[in-house]
């Protein structure tokens, strides 16, 4: 009896999510030409995350398509590849994951096929694999999927850091570059050669304050390297893309450079973590949203390693 009911829920809850895909449409922005992004919403995991919560799309070449983050769940993934759809019917080649966070690669499974091709950092198979224990227990707990319905799909393709791949989309050429440990130690960036569009993944954040789950002085370092590139838009993991693009970079740095000193200080004077959760980088409040919750898990995330430089 009670195999028979989880049976029956499965096909239940398969069947609810077909229904919510299919009847789910994303608000598309054309930033350049065939380059199409969703912006997802500025809330945080918890009661209100619904799995849609940053910066998804997809570029057109003349023979193919590139997916960018696929979302945080199935239902997201698959309200993109209808999207997809409604723009052409030219074959999904590849699918690219910025980086190994839950909100961008749940929704990998909507494109798993044998001709599509997922590509990411050298180090996401085995970061995926680390987390998908701790991400099926918050798809759960916020979004009521069971753990047989988180599906991971790893990428095929491995970029080394520091190491760059060139793929062709049909006339249109996008490089894609991944770094040494950052935001993450999985952050890539894509760069569309065509238009100078740069998909920047969590490695930007505008208006949402920056996170860093990786390493402080690396991502100030790849912060100093976006900075100086040369290109005409950048499309952060959250907020609004812009083209005014060395400034937000510049104020992503400015955030985390003040951080580093007053944790700096509060360590060398000897002031504990809570103290140090409420006073560090406290001059940046006003100036990003959720800045409370996402400063104090910058600090938890980098005050142990500070402490021992």
């Given at each position: 009896?009670?195999?028979?009911?989880?049976?029956?829920?499965?096909?239940?809850?398969?069947?609810?999510?077909?229904?919510?895909?299919?009847?789910?449409?994303?608000?598309?922005?054309?930033?350049?030409?065939?380059?199409?992004?969703?912006?997802?919403?500025?809330?945080?995991?918890?009661?209100?995350?619904?799995?849609?919560?940053?910066?998804?799309?997809?570029?057109?070449?003349?023979?193919?398509?590139?997916?960018?983050?696929?979302?945080?769940?199935?239902?997201?993934?698959?309200?993109?590849?209808?999207?997809?759809?409604?723009?052409?019917?030219?074959?999904?080649?590849?699918?690219?994951?910025?980086?190994?966070?839950?909100?961008?690669?749940?929704?990998?499974?909507?494109?798993?096929?044998?001709?599509?091709?997922?590509?990411?950092?050298?180090?996401?198979?085995?970061?995926?694999?680390?987390?998908?224990?701790?991400?099926?227990?918050?798809?759960?707990?916020?979004?009521?999927?069971?753990?047989?319905?988180?599906?991971?799909?790893?990428?095929?393709?491995?970029?080394?850091?520091?190491?760059?791949?060139?793929?062709?989309?049909?006339?249109?050429?996008?490089?894609?570059?991944?770094?040494?440990?950052?935001?993450?130690n999985?952050?890539?960036?894509?760069?569309?050669?065509?238009?100078?569009?740069?998909?920047?993944?969590?490695?930007?954040?505008?208006?949402?304050t920056?996170?860093?789950?990786?390493d402080?002085?690396?991502?100030i370092?790849?912060?100093?390297?976006?900075?100086?590139?040369?290109?005409?838009?950048?499309?952060?993991?959250h907020?609004?893309?812009?083209?005014?693009?060395?400034?937000?970079?510049?104020?992503?740095?400015?955030?985390?450079?003040?951080?580093?000193?007053?944790?700096?200080?509060?360590i060398?004077?000897?002031?504990?973590?809570?103290?140090?959760?409420?006073?560090?980088?406290?001059?940046?409040?006003?100036?990003?949203?959720?800045?409370?919750?996402?400063?104090?898990?910058?600090?938890?995330?980098?005050?142990?390693?500070?402490?021992?430089?």
């Amino acid at each position: 009896m009670k195999k028979k009911f989880l049976l029956y829920l499965f096909i239940l809850l398969t069947s609810l999510q077909s229904t919510l895909a299919s009847s789910m449409k994303l608000n598309l922005i054309e930033v350049a030409p065939n380059i199409f992004v969703h912006q997802g919403k500025h809330f945080d995991v918890d009661e209100s995350y619904q799995g849609d919560i940053c910066n998804i799309g997809f570029i057109i070449g003349k023979e193919s398509v590139a997916v960018i983050d696929t979302g945080g769940n199935l239902i997201i993934g698959e309200a993109l590849k209808a999207s997809i759809r409604e723009k052409t019917s030219l074959p999904i080649k590849y699918v690219i994951n910025t980086h190994v966070h839950l909100d961008h690669i749940y929704g990998n499974a909507a494109f798993a096929n044998k001709n599509t091709e997922f590509i990411g950092h050298s180090n996401l198979p085995k970061a995926m694999r680390f987390r998908k224990n701790f991400y099926e227990g918050l798809n759960l707990k916020y979004l009521n999927i069971p753990a047989e319905k988180t599906i991971q799909i790893p990428p095929s393709i491995l970029i080394e850091a520091n190491k760059t791949k060139i793929i062709d989309l049909g006339k249109r050429k996008i490089k894609i570059t991944a770094y040494p440990t950052a935001h993450t130690n999985t952050d890539v960036t894509i760069e569309d050669l065509t238009t100078g569009t740069l998909w920047a993944g969590d490695l930007l954040f505008i208006e949402r304050t920056p996170s860093i789950d990786g390493d402080i002085n690396g991502i100030i370092d790849v912060l100093d390297r976006l900075i100086s590139l040369n290109i005409n838009l950048a499309i952060p993991g959250h907020g609004p893309p812009t083209k005014k693009w060395k400034e937000a970079f510049e104020k992503n740095k400015n955030y985390f450079m003040t951080l580093r000193n007053d944790v700096r200080k509060a360590i060398s004077e000897d002031q504990g973590l809570r103290k140090t959760i409420e006073t560090a980088a406290q001059s940046e409040a006003k100036k990003w949203i959720l800045f409370d919750i996402q400063n104090a898990r910058n600090i938890n995330q980098i005050y142990p390693k500070l402490e021992w430089e």
